[in-house]
């Protein structure tokens, strides 16, 4: 069962800045185990490849790959008729059919460690959060499902990359015979913490790639598509979650705090009066919640789909300088 768990959001090339904080765990956090993995967005990448300790090849992918290594925008009028999406993903599928080998997937399945992707079925607009290991569940917010074959763990991440309406949505094939395809996970039903509490994490690490408070956009909108890409961008790149967990932690020691001083006035079988039918909070606990994530708005174009090397280069760094501010502020 999970005790330390790591979730991160997506957001395109972003993801660079998670990639950064990763490298900073592991390199001057080495104490710090993992139990569980989940990524959505850039992050289905990210995800396993830090659950195998392969943060060079993260660091190298996220610093190196161009906008044309991932999707191709040049066709965008011209399939909008008769396509499911705006752009081209051939490019990301052929790159993640590169990085997820055969011996990588067989890596995954063989680890200890819970490794979750997540897409969004578009025919029941239900989370799912997709394994190389463990075992099938619907339950009441979410469907688990376990892939045991290569070619559709990797369609599960395309699935999870995939951006709706700019990219295409995937079918992944070792599912039942019904229609069922996957976008992006992301956004306010990607609920990673409430997965990892429910895994029995008790302490989670959470890489956000947006900040606390958003910033101002510089740009103005001037065409359909950057309408269409903020609004995209905004409800992919979200986590459900941070806000419950907080204010459950504060329930939880306001009522040890309550339960505390009823005993010191001689109250007797404190514990009685809390023994209620409906109790909200029965077999809660509290939870240890590291939230990693940048000060000020990320500078990224297209809603985070277009790699500019350079430019996540910066964010890679401002990872660094984030997790550590996090890390040595405990």
Known sequence: MATTALVISGGGSRGAFAVGALKYLYAQQPTIAFDLFCGTGTSAIIAPLAALGEINLLEKLFTSNSTADIVSTSTMMQRFPQNNSLYNATALTQKINNIFTDNRFRALQQLEQEVFVTGKCLQTNRTTYFSPGGNDAVRKDYDMVSLHDNYSFREAVLASCSMPVFMPPVEVASLPDHVQQFTNGGGAHYNAIKLAIDEGATTIYAILLTPEIPGEEALLFK???????????HTTNEMAGLELTGFINDSLNYIDA???????AGIPDVEDYFDVPVNPFREKKIVNLHIIRPQQTLDVHMGGLEFRPDEMKEMLDEGE??????????
């Open 223 to 233: 065409t359909l598509l950057d309408i269409l890409e903020r609004q995209v961008d």
């Open 258 to 264: 309550v339960k505390n001083k009823m005993k010191a």
């Open 321 to 330: 300088r984030s997790a550590a501010k996090v890390m040595q502020g405990k």
